[in-house]
Nanobody, 119 residues
Framework: QVQLVEAGGGLVQPGGSLRLSCVAS????????MGWYCQAPGSQRELVAT???????DYADSVKGRFTISSDNVKNTVDLQMNNLEPEDTAVYYC?????????????WGQGTQVTVSS
């Protein structure tokens, strides 16, 4: 069984910063990609940023230049540094990992952490 545990959400004023962290644990054979998705009320879950085990990175256009994703392949962690936050960034942020465990190769999700940007 694999678990993704997130930390670091909260309330911040516009222009502020937050750092999200996620650690994957359990019967992991290999992680191919980790990242973050977000879901605002009434909207679908959408990509924020992902990073592969080889270091290839994708960002949503809306966060380019403001957010930075990083990972540690040994510790099985992925972080998201969010700067210059805007009210439109308000959402539940989910950690994502595409990995092979002892049974399958498939996506896994964390429980989500709330990020609220408001004055």
């Amino acid at each position: 069984q694999v678990q993704l545990v997130e930390a670091g959400g909260g309330l911040v004023q516009p222009g502020g910063s937050l750092r999200l962290s996620c650690v994957a644990s359990g019967s992991i054979v290999k992680i191919y990609k980790m990242g973050w998705y977000c879901q605002a009320p009434g909207s679908q879950r959408e990509l924020v940023a992902t990073i592969t085990s080889r270091g290839s990175i994708d960002y949503a256009d809306s966060v380019k230049g403001r957010f930075t994703i990083s990972s540690d392949n040994v510790k099985n962690t992925v972080d998201l540094q969010m700067n210059n936050l805007e009210p439109e960034d308000t959402a539940v942020y989910y950690c994502y990992a595409y990995l092979e465990d002892d049974l399958t190769l498939r996506p896994h999700w964390g429980q989500g952490t709330q990020v609220t940007v408001s004055s």
